[in-house]
Each structure stands twice: as structure tokens, then as C-alpha cells.
């Protein structure tokens, strides 16, 4: 999370210098400065990634066996998870403080589904940061340059289509669509697949395969 917060600071201040070198703050500003804000927190990502490997080293020449009690996958989870987090709260933050308001929406002509959708929107932002942890780690790890580009790609692609509200039916779905699919592709750099879902269904537990040693001698009665 404090990475984020790095990345909104470097964002801000961008912001801030840019506003003052063109004299002028309009929506010309805004998509540029999205996307630059996006490169900024893949960048902090990156960033994180490098100190949890440096960590994790760490880690593993103090353990007993040389190996480090968490794998990189649950470091990538949790670290994608924060990063979702800490950006859904600034992204719903202010809405929240206009619900709390004298004001209904609707009533000049809004959207009565903004609330609605601007929760439906941070929740899939939440997801999406949490599956781009997964495989944004994974990607630098195994050195995949694709993996990189299309978690890149993907959130330029989700703070782009943000700028086509109030039409809710062209933003919404796509990202709903984008948040599955990416989440799939998660969940099979994971390691996980169809065959691990159906036995966590069904509730079968496999026997551990472990021999059991019965020793020939028996202890004699006591008098």
C-alpha cells in the first residue's frame, strides 16, 4: 500500500508541474495524465517486487533448511490485494462523502445508477489489481516481457474506458468482462486449474500415502 501511495504522490506532483508549465487545467490534461499515473504504479510495482525478492533472500539465509517461509506467490497476492485496496478506498472515498450529502442523484438529470455502478467499478478495480500482482510477479520472475506488457496493457485499457462515464452500459461490462477473464488467467499462473476445482468441490480428502511402521516387540505387562 505504501508503494501506491508512492506512485499517487509521484502522480500528483507530475500533475501539479504540468498544470503550471501549460497554464491551464482542462480535460486535454486528463488522459495523459491517466496514463501516466498507471505507468507510475506499475512502476512502484515493479519496485515492490524487487524489495520482496531482496526480503525473501533475506528470508531464506536466516531459515534453517535455506528456504524462505513465503513463497513468492502469497507475496504477490498479498501484494497485489494491497495495492487494490488502498485504491479502491481512494477511489470511492469522495463518492461516498457526496452520498453522504443533501443531495439525491437523479434529480438534475443524473444517473440514478452512479453509487451502484462506482461500487461495481471499485470492487472490479480491487480484483484486478489482486490478479495483476499474481501474474505481474510471475512475469518477472520467469523474465516474460508478454506477462508485463498485456498487466501494462490492461490497466491503461480499464483507466481508459473509465472516461467514457456516464455511459455506465459501454464501462461497466467490459471491465466486469476484463476483471473474469484476467482472473482466470490468475488463477492458472497460480497453478491452479479445473481438476483442483472440482476436487475442492467435491470435498474428497486423498489419503497421504503414508506407510505405518508396527513394530514386532511388545512392551511386557506390568506386575
Same mark, same amino acid.
Given at each position: 500500500?505504501?508503494? /501506491?501511495?508512492?506512485?499517487?504522490? @509521484?502522480?500528483?506532483?507530475? *500533475? @501539479?508541474?504540468? $498544470?503550471?508549465?501549460?497554464? &491551464? +487545467?482542462?480535460?486535454?490534461?486528463?488522459?495523459?495524465?491517466?496514463?501516466? @499515473? #498507471?505507468?507510475?504504479? +506499475?512502476?512502484?510495482?515493479?519496485?515492490?517486487?524487487?524489495?520482496?525478492? !531482496?526480503?525473501? %533472500?533475506?528470508?531464506?539465509?536466516?531459515? %534453517?533448511?535455506?528456504?524462505?517461509?513465503?513463497?513468492? &506467490?502469497?507475496?504477490?497476492?498479498?501484494?497485489?490485494?494491497?495495492?487494490?485496496?488502498?485504491?479502491? $478506498?481512494?477511489?470511492?472515498?469522495?463518492?461516498?462523502?457526496? @452520498?453522504?450529502?443533501?443531495?439525491? #442523484?437523479?434529480?438534475?438529470?443524473?444517473?440514478?445508477?452512479?453509487?451502484?455502478?462506482?461500487?461495481?467499478?471499485?470492487?472490479?478495480?480491487?480484483?484486478?489489481?489482486?490478479? *495483476?500482482?499474481?501474474?505481474?510477479?510471475?512475469?518477472? %520472475?520467469?523474465?516474460?516481457?508478454?506477462?508485463?506488457?498485456?498487466? #501494462?496493457?490492461? =490497466?491503461?485499457?480499464?483507466?481508459?474506458?473509465?472516461?467514457?462515464?456516464? *455511459?455506465?452500459?459501454?464501462?461497466?461490462?467490459?471491465?466486469?468482462?476484463?476483471?473474469?477473464?484476467?482472473?482466470? /488467467?490468475?488463477?492458472?499462473?497460480?497453478?491452479?486449474?479445473? =481438476?483442483?476445482?472440482? !476436487?475442492?468441490?467435491?470435498? !474428497?480428502? %486423498?489419503? +497421504?500415502?503414508?506407510?505405518?511402521?508396527?513394530?514386532?516387540?511388545?512392551?511386557?505387562?506390568?506386575?
Amino acid at each position: 500500500a505504501f508503494f /501506491w501511495l508512492l506512485s499517487l504522490l @509521484a502522480a500528483s506532483l507530475l *500533475w @501539479a508541474v504540468s $498544470v503550471q508549465l501549460s497554464g &491551464r +487545467e482542462d480535460a486535454a490534461l486528463l488522459l495523459p495524465g491517466a496514463a501516466a @499515473a #498507471v505507468l507510475l504504479q +506499475e512502476l512502484c510495482r515493479f519496485a515492490c517486487f524487487r524489495m520482496l525478492r !531482496k526480503a525473501d %533472500e533475506g528470508l531464506a539465509m536466516l531459515s %534453517e533448511d535455506g528456504r524462505s517461509p513465503i513463497s513468492l &506467490r502469497q507475496m504477490a497476492y498479498v501484494s497485489g490485494l494491497s495495492f487494490g485496496i488502498i485504491s479502491g $478506498v481512494f477511489s470511492i472515498i469522495n463518492i461516498l462523502v457526496d @452520498a453522504a450529502g443533501p443531495g439525491t #442523484v437523479g434529480i438534475h438529470g443524473d444517473s440514478p445508477y452512479y453509487f451502484i455502478t462506482s461500487a461495481f467499478l471499485t470492487m472490479a478495480l480491487v480484483l484486478l489489481h489482486t490478479f *495483476w500482482g499474481v501474474i505481474f510477479f510471475d512475469a518477472c %520472475e520467469r523474465r516474460r516481457a508478454g506477462g508485463l506488457g498485456m498487466v #501494462v496493457g490492461g =490497466h491503461l485499457l480499464v483507466s481508459g474506458l473509465t472516461f467514457l462515464n456516464p *455511459w455506465y452500459e459501454a464501462t461497466l461490462g467490459p471491465i466486469l468482462i476484463l476483471t473474469l477473464c484476467t482472473g482466470l /488467467w490468475a488463477f492458472g499462473t497460480a497453478g491452479g486449474s479445473f =481438476h483442483n476445482v472440482l !476436487k475442492c468441490l467435491s470435498c !474428497k480428502q %486423498e489419503p +497421504e500415502g503414508r506407510v505405518m511402521l508396527y513394530s514386532a516387540l511388545q512392551v511386557p505387562p506390568e506386575e
